[in-house]
């Protein structure tokens, strides 16, 4: 018997290791084994309703709670913080006060990230706000194309986070807590609801770069923490191949691979009926999902199908590792069934600099987002579909000099805007103080962001944990939270 499991070990152990085109996803997988609770681990394949055959599982009995508004989530995160102060928070108090002492009133006894110990000024807007579309929203010209989209879009001035550097306001953004390891928020969705591409993941992640100081964003902000792995984001590449050896290697046919892994599988069932890890249903789903990916990923990036109208809309080319080109993908993910997108674009951390890289980040970014807004509504998505665009926290009132105006990180205060299935459109919600400092009207958090999203999608945050370590654990955490009724339809 000894000599049978050894045996059966080692041809485990060659053939997860062996590179025969099976995708970087199957081998993530592999290796992300995570260790869950005992209440987590036993019974999930028969509580969940889990299929092991099936590369993207249902989601969990019971869900959704009520009749969702929305089937999809496309997160666009301008990553590094941009400012509010030269997007959608008009400030002309602020203006006025450029270059004065900032008064003490506003920042005593208040976390700062770089500015501490130095003499606080005011720095006035780098740009000119104007209102627009029948709603009159106040948008900036750095955004020129945003402010045609003034009608669509409900932006929310009175944001607040809890942490003042990148990588912990990320992790709290995306995961609810600054705690490493929790799952992300599109895990979370995955998770409940399941997803409806039988070949594609259910949650995809896609990242950019162009702008200053584009700060590295870490592949847990899109892991499944103690979730089964299954529910990971996966990224694909915005340059090259979109996932790593997903072409088979020269000689092997898609019957020899099929082979191949039906063979797996079945040692991966023997194996999971003797330990009842539900992470082996991850194995088993990951490597199905990767051989199905062969077929769907090379036609997902082929933009031959595109109009040639739509890739100048877009501003897209396939391949070329752009936020136009992600924003193109982003659509095309979504109408085949993915369930959560998550778009990064790399640069908006503006210590220094900030009218200069306002200009290259909106450049890069502007147009393609109200062209994905524009192409999900002539397509009738729109309806169904909840964008969501901002950063991890905005940038301070006050000057920061490095290589011209620059802001620091700032958390009491900033912007983002939502729109889609069941958001009010052309509308603003919140406010910050006279100088952008605080949010002091309808002030909204960063949790009750994410209970907003969930219950669009049909999800009641409070009914919606996993017992993990002996605690219900929630997206939402345990601190109140609130969905905002009052952007709403």
Not at 306 to 315: D, K, N, P, R, V
Request: proline residues 5%; neutral net charge; charged residues 20%.
């Amino acid at each position: 018997m000894f000599h049978h499991h050894a045996n059966l070990a080692n041809r485990r152990t060659f053939l997860s290791r062996t590179g025969v085109g099976l995708g970087s996803t199957a081998f993530s997988a592999l290796m992300a084994r995570d260790l869950m609770a005992g209440d987590l681990k036993a019974g999930e394949s028969s509580a969940s309703g889990i299929n092991a055959s099936s590369p993207n599982a249902a989601g969990r009995s019971g869900l959704p709670h009520h009749s969702p508004k929305i089937k999809r989530v496309i997160f666009l995160c301008m990553a590094g913080g941009p400012s509010h102060l030269e997007t959608f928070d008009h400030k002309p108090e602020l203006a006025a006060m450029d270059g004065k002492p900032m008064p003490a009133s506003f920042t005593d006894g208040q976390p700062i990230a770089q500015l501490q110990g130095q003499e606080l000024k005011c720095q006035g807007p780098l740009t000119k706000f104007q209102r627009y579309g029948k709603s009159g929203q106040w948008i900036s010209d750095f955004l020129p194309y945003h402010q045609k989209m003034a009608d669509d879009i409900c932006v929310i001035r009175s944001m607040v986070t809890e942490q003042i550097n990148h990588d912990p306001a990320h992790t709290f953004m995306n995961t609810g807590t600054a705690i490493s390891g929790r799952p992300s928020m599109g895990s979370w969705v995955t998770y409940g609801l399941g997803a409806e591409s039988e070949n594609l993941p259910g949650f995809v992640v896609l990242t950019s770069v162009g702008g200053r100081n584009p700060q590295p964003i870490a592949s847990r902000q899109w892991a499944s923490g103690f979730l089964p792995s299954r529910y990971q984001g996966v990224e694909f590449s915005s340059s090259g191949q979109p996932v790593n050896y997903v072409n088979p290697p020269t000689g092997i046919t898609r019957q020899q691979q099929r082979r191949l892994i039906d063979t797996i599988n079945d040692l991966n069932q023997q194996r999971g009926q003797q330990t009842l890890d539900p992470e082996i249903e991850t194995r088993l789903s990951t490597y199905e999902m990767a051989f199905r990916m062969q077929t769907s990923v090379p036609e997902l990036a082929n933009f031959s199908d595109e109009t040639q109208e739509t890739l100048e809309m877009y501003g897209a080319a396939a391949g070329d590792g752009s936020y136009a080109s992600n924003c193109l993908l982003a659509r095309r993910l979504a109408e085949r069934g993915v369930r959560f997108i998550q778009l990064y674009h790399r640069g908006w951390d503006h210590h220094g600099g900030l009218e200069k890289y306002m200009n290259i980040c909106c450049s890069l970014t502007d147009k393609p987002t109200w062209a994905l807004l524009t192409d999900l509504k002539r397509l009738g998505m729109l309806d169904d579909t909840l964008i969501i665009w901002g950063g991890e926290f905005g940038r301070t009132p006050m000057f920061q000099g490095k290589g011209g105006a620059g802001r620091d990180h700032h958390i009491k205060g900033f912007s983002m805007w939502m729109a889609g299935g069941g958001v009010k459109a052309g509308y603003g919600h919140g406010a910050t103080d006279e100088l952008g400092y605080h949010a002091v009207d309808q002030v909204v958090h960063v949790r009750d962001l994410h209970a907003t999203m969930l219950h669009l999608l049909g999800i009641d945050h409070k009914r919606f944990s996993v017992k993990f370590q002996g605690l219900d654990m929630r997206l939402t955490g345990v601190e109140p939270c609130h969905v905002i009724n009052d952007i709403l339809v």
